[in-house]
Structures are given as structure tokens and as C-alpha cells.
T-cell receptor
Framework: NAGVTQTPKFRVLKTGQSMTLLCAQDMNHEYMYWYRQDPGMGLRLIHYSVGEGTTAKGEVPDGYNVSRLKKQNFLLGLESAAPSQTSVYFC?????????????FGPGTRLLVL | AQRVTQPEKLLSVFKGAPVELKCNYSYSGSPELFWYVQYSRQRLQLLLRHISRESIKGFTADLNKGETSFHLKKPFAQEEDSAMYYCALDMDSNYQLIWGAGTKLIIKP
């Protein structure tokens, strides 16, 4: 099993450009999450999904959109990239959102917005 | 506001010495806490969780509600313990984990 995979691994954008980050998991998990990590800070939740076709906002959703058309995929979109969105993006999934449940992480996508 | 603080950005100890990575939290409800670890060139993964009261790779962590802490300890550090360690807080009725900024642990030979 590949677990959680993320595409691409690294991307450079110009301000105003758009892009989509793809997260895929092969563990049949219901719950998926997108985080961003900035230098010197902990991970912050952008959006999450509790199942196919459902998404919800996390702590820092502004400037991002997401879609979960298939259970195994969770897409993160930047419609008009800004330098403040330069960050490392992590996708995670879990079997359930129950307290104590493990989240499984992807390798991360490093995004630089110029 | 809910918060997780890891006061040390970097902790360097010699092999065989005891290790303690500090984690303090701010949360008025009943906390559920985790330690996640990221080894070099590997992805973030769960190390241990409070609810399981387990010892993983020789590490233990005890929840101290009085001091609002969940420090990670190991009596004898090994070189393979070198990694980034993150403490995370799971709040009641919320899908969101609150993460600390992480501590980089370096074990010197």
C-alpha cells in the first residue's frame, strides 16, 4: 500500500496563478485533511472532509478551496496564489475522527509563491 | 484559546543520556494528546498517544492535568531517535488537532 500520496512534491508559482494539489489515499479512510506548515509554527488545518462529497473549513481556509469527489482523493485548490501561501502542505487521512485516532500523513508539497 | 507550546526548538543530548521533550497545552476541556515524529526523509507519523498509555521505542509520556503538560521522555537516548517531534492536542467534539511548533532532537554520538 502506498498510504497517502501527494502530487506534486514541489511547485513554484507566480502571484495570481492557480494550481491544484492532489492527495490520494488507498486505506479506504473516510476522513481527510489538508494542513499547512510555516517555519517555526505547528501544522494548521486548512480544510477537512468527513466523507465523499463533503468538505468543511478548518482554522485557516481563506484563499483555498477543496473537493472530495472520490473517497480516495482530496484536492486542494489555490485560485489566485499569494506569497503568503508559500508553505509546506500536508495531507492526512484517518479511519475516523474519533479521539485518539491516528492520522496518516503524506510526504508534503513544498509551494513557493513569488 | 487552545494552544500547544513546545518551548524548545532544538534539543541536543548525548547518546545514552535521558531525554525529555516538553509539551504544555492550554485547553479547558478534557484533553487528548499525541506525540508525532518525523525522521529525516520520512513522513510525519504517530509516535504515541495519551489514550493508549503505551511505550513506543522506549518513549513514554504522561499527562499531567495539574501542570497541563504532556512531556515525552526516554531514559537512554539512541542515535536513531534524532528527529522532529510534534505534540498535538485533540479537543472534544472537533476534528481539529492543535499542533505545537515542534522540537528538533539531535542525539550526539
Amino acid at each position: 500500500n502506498a498510504g497517502v500520496t501527494q502530487t506534486p512534491k514541489f511547485r513554484v508559482l507566480k502571484t495570481g496563478q492557480s494550481m491544484t494539489l492532489l492527495c490520494a489515499q488507498d486505506m479506504n479512510h473516510e476522513y481527510m485533511y489538508w494542513y499547512r506548515q510555516d517555519p517555526g509554527m505547528g501544522l494548521r488545518l486548512i480544510h477537512y472532509s468527513v466523507g465523499e462529497g463533503t468538505t468543511a473549513k478548518g482554522e485557516v481556509p481563506d484563499g483555498y478551496n477543496v473537493s472530495r469527489l472520490k473517497k480516495q482523493n482530496f484536492l486542494l485548490g489555490l485560485e489566485s496564489a499569494a506569497p503568503s501561501q508559500t508553505s509546506v502542505y500536508f495531507c492526512a487521512s484517518s479511519y475516523s475522527p474519533d479521539r485518539g485516532e491516528t492520522q496518516y500523513f503524506g510526504p508534503g508539497t513544498r509551494l513557493l509563491v513569488l | 484559546a487552545q494552544r500547544v507550546t513546545q518551548p524548545e526548538k532544538l534539543l541536543s543530548v548525548f547518546k545514552g543520556a535521558p531525554v525529555e521533550l516538553k509539551c504544555n497545552y492550554s485547553y479547558s476541556g478534557s484533553p487528548e494528546l499525541f506525540w508525532y515524529v518525523q525522521y529525516s526523509r520520512q513522513r510525519l507519523q504517530l509516535l504515541l498517544r495519551h489514550i493508549s498509555r503505551e511505550s513506543i521505542k522506549g518513549f513514554t509520556a504522561d499527562l499531567n492535568k495539574g501542570e497541563t503538560s504532556f512531556h515525552l521522555k526516554k531514559p537512554f537516548a539512541q542515535e536513531e531517535d534524532s528527529a522532529m517531534y510534534y505534540c498535538a492536542l485533540d479537543m472534544d467534539s472537533n476534528y481539529q488537532l492543535i499542533w505545537g511548533a515542534g522540537t528538533k532532537l539531535i542525539i550526539k554520538p
